[in-house]
């Protein structure tokens, strides 16, 4: 079946960084879409970056564009999000999720498959 597991999450200080891995398994990796998305307390879980299949396409929301980078490897079955200069705001439950298609993704609509999440806390 289907997992996506997430790691690399934790507390880091303003202005530092983290790099989240996502390994997936149960599917074909490199024929997917794939996104991270979070979700801080109270608020809605948001897109924060995708890729597409083979990496040529990304999106970036835009609070996080220019300081975070999502990249994947398809050999490893695995697609990081690279988090620098980290903000207050950036603390959320981090998810790794799968495209229902080969493309970029767009929205939590075009999600098919989520991972259980993995913490990141921003101190001051």
């Known amino acids: 079946q289907v997992q996506l597991v997430e790691s690399g999450g934790g507390l880091v200080q303003a202005g530092g960084s983290l790099r989240l891995s996502c390994a997936a398994s149960?599917?074909?990796?490199?024929?997917?879409?794939m996104a991270w998305f979070r979700q801080s307390p109270g608020k809605e879980c948001v897109l924060v970056a995708s890729r597409s299949w083979t990496g040529g396409n990304m999106y970036y929301a835009d609070s996080v564009k220019g300081r975070f980078s999502i990249s994947r490897d398809n050999a490893k079955n695995t697609v990081y999000l690279e988090m620098n200069s980290l903000k207050l705001e950036d603390t959320a439950v981090y998810y790794c999720?799968?495209?229902?298609?080969?493309?970029?993704?767009?929205?939590?609509?075009?999600?098919?498959?989520w991972g259980q999440g993995t913490q990141v806390t921003v101190s001051s």
């Open positions: 149960g599917f074909t990796f490199s024929s997917y879409g």
């Open positions: 999720a799968r495209g229902r298609t080969y493309g970029v993704v767009y929205s939590r609509y075009q999600i098919d498959y």
